[in-house]
């Protein structure tokens, strides 16, 4: 059956429409699409015979959005009861951890590395983040282009210590391969009790091959705000400038901040530096809380895009005690989230510039919704954009003076992104 033969047959259909007013014009219309398929699959087929070579493994009708017509999830149940008819080790078969694989697989398959399935186990862990103390090597992972990543080695931690970076891909932890690890996966690998080791095989841009650190985990404690003074000494005069240092965005952060700011503001300072290099985020309502420290009461700090359509827009709610002070902040890979979106709406707003490196680009809101027996989803339902429309899902923010921070840097215990950060903050 050739193109014209289909036409035909199309046409055909048509004509039975016309003569059949009561028969629905939707049904129709798949009707001609089923025919004018199984036309094409005979005329692939026919020219096989011919010498091409045609084998179609399966046909689906399928609607506007690309979604299969019917789902039919008894296939789920189907697949479990032949295993559990058929599975030579029956007495092996941990039902619920069958459960959790089968849920977990099916979240995993939407290929957003931040929607995933927690067990009661992993949930714990996930909750204990943001808490400020937790035991292992005190570095954020994360997971870009399929691998598993430092984001952000915290400060004083054995991640930093070891010389671990951000944007350093690990390629296995104790001898096992991460490739196709979740981020809790890896989370719940490498963390562990004071005292014990854990070795990773890292793979950094500019090295020839991969290479292992061992380190020795402790227990992470982490102030999320540190702050001090800097004296600089410009074209004769003496500048005070006063440095921030946000790890992350945590139940601490408003408070610790709040003091840092009455306390510069007692300083009499030329300039501010917000150090949120390896600030892998956290809650988006303290980044809002710390940005009206320096925007007008009412301006947008960040949107949150739904897949609806529909839109929450985060407004400065404050004094913004700390405007007028010339501010500028630091950035790297490591600066993800929550700290993504302080630079966004600073830099946006005109009131400070961003020194150093591209951010991870980490712009997405996950909702936790806890699920019977102990469980929960992690789901990805809107991404954030800047006041000066910068989509933060995956791009991140390009600094306006980049520096980089390599690793002979670290190992001499230089900080050129420090140093042009202080530059730039007192011309």
Known sequence: MDLEENQKMANYAEAEHKQQSGLPALFVRWLIIVLVVCGAYYSGFKSGEKGFVFEPKEFKVINQKEQPANVDYDLLWKALGVVENKYIEKSSINQQKVLYGAVKGAIDSLGDPYTTFFEPKTLETFKTDLKGSFGGIGAEVGKKDGNIVIVAPLDDSPAKKAGLMARDIIVQVDGQATQDWSVEQAVDKIRGPKGTSVTLTIYREGRSKPFDVKLVRDEIKIKSVKWEYKEVEKDGQKKKIAVVYLTRFGDDTKSLF??????????????????????????????????????????????????????????????????????????????????????????????????????????????????????????????????????????????????????????????????????????
């Open 258 to 427: 709040d003091q840092a700011a009455n306390d510069i503001l007692n300083h009499s300072v030329s300039g501010i530096i917000v150090d949120v290099r390896n600030n892998p985020g956290g809650y988006l309502q303290t980044a809002v809380d710390v940005a009206s420290n320096w925007l007008k009461n009412g301006q947008l700090v960040v949107s949150e895009d739904k897949s609806d359509g529909s839109s929450n827009k985060f407004n400065a709610q404050g004094s913004s005690r700390l405007a007028g002070i010339p501010t500028l902040v630091l950035v790297n890979g490591g600066s993800a989230s929550a700290a993504e979106i302080l630079s966004g709406a600073l830099h946006d707003h005109g009131i400070a510039k961003l020194v150093g490196e591209k951010s991870f680009g980490k712009g997405s809101v996950q909702e936790l919704v806890d699920l019977p027996g102990g469980g929960a989803v992690k789901v990805t339902v809107a991404k954030w954009i800047t006041p000066g429309g910068v989509n933060l899902n995956h791009n991140g923010l390009d600094p306006d003076v980049e520096v980089k921070y390599t690793e002979d840097d670290f190992k001499a215990g230089r900080d050129p992104q420090m140093d042009k950060a202080i530059d730039e903050i007192t011309k």
